[in-house]
């Protein structure tokens, strides 16, 4: 984007193209007001000062070819952010994870502890890491998310048009998703599903969390078990539906928490089980699967799981 672009004194107007059509609004804005704090791009929305064909709307928009964006006057600093400085190991370290790769979509295996974008105190995440990484990809986009803490497959469209179909399998539940996850708790049962719905809610001081509410959307979880061990049970969680830390709280529903769950797990088993050598979540997205429409292949793609937990469960096969 030209420095007249970013910082202007008048009220701009820029029209959608088929090629930018069908990305969330707040992703676009991201993109093409590069020096703009996330929160400045939230609240130009909130207050109405982004105006799309003349009317307000809601950050998860999502535009539509010949669509008028309004950009209220901005001046936006040039100058780089020397707290984002993104590190040559933390992008060694992403190169390095990408597990698959073609003309239309990247999947990386990320790492436990980034977060998949900036934002919320965060200065980058993985999408911003990729970008810079690859400046010749110039239409990077997360097509889902993982829990920061959360390792594993992240699936990152390379074509607005790829993004579009992947939005469309994803809402039609034809992407399979499969995790493996350490519960505390030896299971007998081989295959649980749970069918609660989940509703977001808000602590005092900020925190969000997820709870099983009965005005909350429906949400689905189905865990294979996998291992007993005497205290734990490693298990397949596959995901149905795709809601905000689905995995994390069925399983505390069922009694049987992620162990390293720092925030919907059992502070005691998390202790015990630090001691074993679990500093951190075991929760691993370790498949995807699509298959893309008009064709025959189905793609699987997988993302070994981490030495950090793999060496957990080698202590309690030991």
């Not at 207050?47 to 008028?68: F, I």
């Not at 299971?187 to 900020?206: A, C, E, F, S």
Request: hydrophobic share 35%.
């Amino acid at each position: 984007m030209s420095e007249s672009t970013k910082n202007s004194s008048t009220v701009r107007f820029i029209d959608i193209t088929q090629e930018e059509a069908g990305q969330r609004i707040d992703n676009y804005l991201m993109r093409q007001l590069k020096g703009a704090p996330k929160s400045y791009i939230y609240r130009i929305l909130r207050k109405g000062e982004v105006r799309v064909n003349k009317g307000r709307v809601k950050a998860h928009y999502k535009l539509n070819r010949g669509d008028s964006i309004r950009l209220p006057p901005m001046r936006l600093s040039t100058k780089p952010d020397q707290r984002g400085r993104i590190s040559e190991n933390l992008m060694d370290l992403l190169r390095n994870s990408v597990v698959y790769e073609d003309e239309r979509i990247l999947v990386v295996n990320k790492p436990s502890g980034l977060a998949v974008h900036g934002g919320s105190g965060v200065n980058f995440g993985v999408i911003e890491v990729l970008r810079q990484l690859r400046p010749e990809d110039r239409h990077l986009e997360l097509v889902h998310r993982l829990d920061r803490d959360t390792s594993g497959c992240l699936l990152i469209s390379k074509k607005r048009s790829a993004l579009r179909t992947l939005h469309e399998l994803i809402r039609e539940n034809r992407i399979d998703k499969r995790y493996l996850a350490l519960l505390h708790g030896s299971w007998r049962k081989g295959v649980q599903t749970v069918d609660m719905p989940l509703k977001k809610n808000t602590l005092q001081g900020g925190e969000r969390v997820v709870r099983v509410d009965a005005e909350g959307k429906p949400s689905q979880t189905i865990f294979r078990r996998i291992e007993r061990f005497t205290e734990a049970t490693l298990v397949e969680a596959e995901l149905i539906t795709g809601r905000t830390h689905q995995i994390r709280v069925h399983s505390q529903w069922l009694g049987s928490p992620v162990l390293g769950d720092q925030k919907y797990g059992d502070a005691a088993a998390n202790r015990a089980f630090r001691e074993k050598g679990l500093k951190r979540l075991f929760l691993h997205a370790f498949k995807l699967g699509l298959r893309w429409p008009g064709e025959k292949r189905q793609l699987v793609i997988e993302a070994p799981l981490p030495d950090a937990l793999s060496q957990v469960l080698a202590r309690l096969k030991g």
